[in-house]
């Protein structure tokens, strides 16, 4: 499997695993937000380019909230491009159509990995940080 795609699925799993019975309402809201959050993707994106998207959106908040993690602004924009391609038969119109829409679908997954990392902020940067640290996982800090 993708190792994109096995971090994009351990961080959101982490995050949505990680919750208490006090923080069971707002864990709820969060959940509902992922829910329409990655609504409308058909056509869009395909699984693997999303869980891409949300691997990018996640790196960029560790990299806002955690001491130590800083984003590697080169690979990290070389690897938005790569998720945003769409294909030589997209008239300049539709790919610009499809940028702004995945532009939109990046701040929102990393408008949700703030909210919820910095509402467990010591586990996601711990997290994060073990993302860093291992050498097997392809990422885009620095």
């Known amino acids: 499997m993708n190792s994109k795609l096995v971090v994009g699925v351990a ?3 982490l995050l949505l695993a990680a919750s208490t019975a006090a923080r069971a309402d707002d864990d709820h809201r969060l959940d509902e937000a992922w829910k329409a959050a990655m609504e409308d993707n058909e056509g869009l994106l395909t699984p693997e380019q999303m869980s891409g998207l ?3 959106a996640y790196e960029s908040a560790a990299a806002r909230l955690c001491d130590g993690i800083k984003l590697d602004e080169k690979k ?3 690897s938005v491009t790569e998720v ?3 294909g030589d038969a997209l008239t300049e119109d539709e790919q610009m159509q499809r940028l702004a829409a995945i532009v939109y679908k990046l701040g929102t997954a990393n408008g949700l990995f703030l909210a919820e990392g910095s509402a467990k ?3 996601f940067c711990t997290e994060a ?3 860093k640290a291992d050498k097997d996982s392809k990422h885009n800090w620095e």
Do not use: F, P, T
Request: proline share 0%; charged share 15%.
């Open 121 to 123: 902020k010591d586990a």
């Open 76 to 78: 990290y924009a070389a």
């Open 129 to 131: 940080m073990a993302q």
């Open 11 to 13: 961080a959101i799993s």
């Open 54 to 56: 949300n691997v990018l």
């Open 84 to 86: 945003a391609k769409g």
